[in-house]
């Protein structure tokens, strides 16, 4: 198993529309969910609190790392239920092709989990991924 999620999505939206909607508060929350926080500068804050399926609060976190506006933003992404070694890293990425964009999400480091949880791991956040930027599609393409 691949140790990478790449997923990407055609968009009719601009790049900038498109930035916006991924690092802006008021944007996220319309395809996210309502207290997601990226921050568009490098050290700026990535925050998520959402639930588990016992209803149960959990919080991911991390710090952008490098980032070119209406480009690419890359931040760090940590669960507080993982243990302090396991860091992995997310970048959108948003390259114009004239008539349309795609919007590609690399999340990388997965070898920094533990081997008994990495597989369901990945698995889960690719489906969390796909159902992420579907919603972000609809709410751009509409």
């Given at each position: 198993?691949?140790?990478s999620i ?79 070694t396991a ?56």
């Open positions: 198993m691949k140790d790449e997923l990407s999505i055609k968009l009719k939206a601009s790049s900038g529309w498109i930035w916006n909607a991924l690092t802006d508060r008021g944007e996220l929350e319309n395809w996210w969910s309502e207290s997601v926080v990226l921050e568009p500068k490098v050290g700026g804050s990535f925050k998520e609190p959402w639930l588990d399926d016992e209803g149960d609060k959990q919080m991911a976190s991390g710090k952008v790392v490098k980032l070119k506006k209406e480009q690419f933003i890359t931040f760090t992404w940590k669960e507080k239920s993982w243990p302090k860091v992995t890293e997310c970048t959108f990425t948003i390259e114009d092709n004239g008539k349309e964009r795609v919007l590609s999400l690399e999340h990388t480091g997965w070898d920094t989990l533990p081997a008994e949880i990495r597989a369901k791991t990945i698995k889960d956040f690719k489906v969390g991924w796909g159902y992420h930027l579907k919603e972000l599609k609809s709410y751009l393409d509409d």
